[in-house]
């Protein structure tokens, strides 16, 4: 059945959004509309939705078209149009009918409902958060973050006559020629090094923008003020420290013992930087796919087994268009599944370059597209604005309920097991890695008056405290004290990462669960994300029969958990 926008019964079907003159009138009429009964308020609530996804699905593709040719200047300029032009416009009005909602007697007739509760919880978060004065601010922030994916995407290598992505140049360091690798390594610290103080004069803006938003709405710093702004209302600071120890007290030994059995088949006694992606047995690094219409056949086979409602979504977004998979020149970096709110059908991104990496980010991806899908019905946009801890656990919960499928690209067992085996000991690494992004941006945003020397001294200082001690920077020590540079998430969405470790925990729970019931834990699973967030976190993890737990009791079971299996894949 062919999917179609809904009938619009508010905004004009033929709206076309070139001034904040052409939606002006939509806000007035909501603002000055009288609501004088319960349907009333209802039907207020839906018009409000209505307009809000039609303005998310505009910008939304404005972004999408922009990041898959940052060389084309007019799809910029469309996408900056709106974040200058028209969401600073936005904000006010915004705000003004934030507080309608808040003063209607018949909010607290639908607050009983937890659906509603939890959409007016944070209505009365952004109510008590809103400054007139931080509307022109953050235009000049979300202006300014979009320089780090120009930047990025205008870094590129020459090799063997050929200009190269750095995603592309990345896969040389898997190749088992150690010269190779360390020629294609230097190219790219080179090339890294060329860009080392435009990031840092772009982070510099943004520390100083971020600040004073947070100063503005009465905070000490701009940490205190997102941990509010982002509606994380199901832990705190303290919990986040908390994973941060747990982290280093747990994970980080276990990192070391498999780095170090990988460092004593290389036969060395430090790795060099170049040394880190390279199979340790000299194998040639896994290929799952050639081009990219492989990689989506493949993914939607594997979904068809594991859930047909799966293998349908991707199935329609490809015949929707819905897909830019393979990476090119021009394209900026990274993957994502942009939501599309009023169709309903999201929009997957990526970089494909034939690697391992690459069929993870599309069944990643994959999973936040199936839970559009399975939350599209609901009643109002804003039940489906995601926080970043459900929305992961979609995703990340699919790597690995789509593992025992790899054969699909894998039919050599000896791979198989091997893709298997990376994807678990990659879950394990990772942790570290988030971990250390949070506690350096904690640290950033607290102590926002240090100096360039500051922040580098304590990134440097957090790689030791996270890292194995195992890897020998000699000669490349800058490249180690700049690698946070290459963090989307620091320059453009500020504190959203360490969602991805707590969504990974709750993966892993997910995972273990379907090893034992499969068919129940895919109900689960999928009961969760139709629930998209009418419910708070802790419920939507109970209804996926996982815990919303990071402590280190916790933590260390699953450490478990994973070491158990990955002895099932020695060879």
């Known amino acids: ?141 979300a202006e300014e973050s979009q320089k780090f994916g120009a ?27 150690e010269s190779l690798r360390k020629e294609v390594f230097e190219k790219i610290s080179n090339r890294r090094r060329e860009d080392v103080d435009k990031f840092n004069d772009l982070f510099d803006v943004l520390l100083k923008k971020r600040h004073q ?60 930087p170049w040394d880190l992606d390279v199979d340790p047995e000299g194998k040639k690094p896994l290929k799952p796919f050639e081009k990219d219409a492989e990689l989506l056949s493949g993914t939607i086979n594997m979904f068809e087994k594991i859930d047909p409602y799966f293998a349908y979504c991707l199935s329609t977004m490809d015949k929707m268009k819905h897909l830019d998979l393979a990476s090119k020149n021009g394209k900026a970096p990274g993957g994502y599944n942009y939501p599309l709110y009023e169709i309903g059908v999201p929009f997957i991104f990526m970089n494909a370059v034939g690697s391992q990496r690459d069929l993870v980010t599309m069944v990643h991806e994959g999973g936040h597209a199936v839970h559009s899908f399975l939350s599209r019905d609901l009643e109002l946009t804003g039940f489906k604005n995601l926080p ?15 593992m025992e499928e790899w054969n699909e690209f894998y ?75 290459r963090q989307l998430h620091i320059f453009e969405v500020p504190f959203y990462y360490i969602e991805y470790g707590i969504a990974q925990l709750g993966a892993l729970g997910v995972w273990m669960n379907s090893l034992k019931n499969k068919q129940q834990a895919i109900h689960n699973y999928k009961e969760a994300l139709k629930l998209a967030y009418t419910k708070s976190i802790p419920e939507i993890y109970k209804t996926a029969g996982i815990e919303f737990n990071f402590s280190q009791g916790h933590i260390s079971t699953l450490a478990d958990f994973i070491r158990e299996e990955l002895k099932k894949l020695k060879n």
């Open 1 to 141: 059945m062919e999917i179609t926008k809904p009938t619009r019964s508010f905004v004009a079907a033929d709206l076309e959004i070139d001034s904040w003159e052409s939606i002006e009138t939509y806000y007035k009429n909501l603002l000055d509309r009288s609501i004088d009964t319960l349907e009333d308020f209802k039907q207020w609530l839906s018009d409000q939705s209505e307009l809000e996804a039609v303005l998310e699905e505009n910008a939304a593709w404005r972004y999408i078209k922009m990041t898959i040719d940052t060389t084309d200047k007019g799809l910029s300029e469309a996408y900056t149009f709106f974040v200058t032009e028209i969401q600073p416009k936005l904000a006010p009005f915004e705000d003004k009918l934030n507080r309608k909602l808040a003063d209607s007697p018949f909010t607290s007739e639908l607050e009983s409902s937890s659906d509603f509760f939890i959409l007016f919880r944070r209505v009365r978060k952004a109510l008590e958060l809103y400054r007139e004065e931080n509307v022109s601010i953050n235009s000049e922030i």
């Open 213 to 272: 938003v947070a100063v503005n709405a009465g905070f000490r710093n701009f940490r205190d003020y997102k941990m509010e702004a982002m509606g994380r209302f199901d832990y705190a600071v303290s919990d986040c420290e908390d994973f941060h120890a747990s982290v280093k007290e747990v994970i980080v030994p276990i990192v070391k013992t498999i780095k170090q059995t990988k460092l004593d088949l290389l036969e060395k006694e430090k790795f060099k």
């Open 411 to 485: 039919p050599n067992d000896d791979e198989f097991k091997r893709a298997k085996r990376e994807q678990l000991e990659t879950v394990l690494i990772l942790l570290p890695w988030i971990a250390q992004v949070d506690e350096f941006q904690h640290w950033l945003y607290v102590n926002h008056a240090h100096t360039r020397e500051e922040r580098t001294e304590k990134w440097i200082s957090l790689s030791k405290e996270y890292g194995t001690g195992l890897v020998d920077y000699s000669g490349y020590e800058d490249i180690l004290a700049t690698s946070w540079q």
């Open 151 to 177: 930047l990025s995407a205008k870094q590129s290598i020459e090799h063997d006559g050929e200009t190269l992505t750095m995603q592309k140049a990345a896969l040389f360091l898997k190749e088992t020629d």
């Open 388 to 402: 970043s801890e459900v929305a992961e656990l979609a995703s990340m919960a699919m790597e690995l309920l789509t």
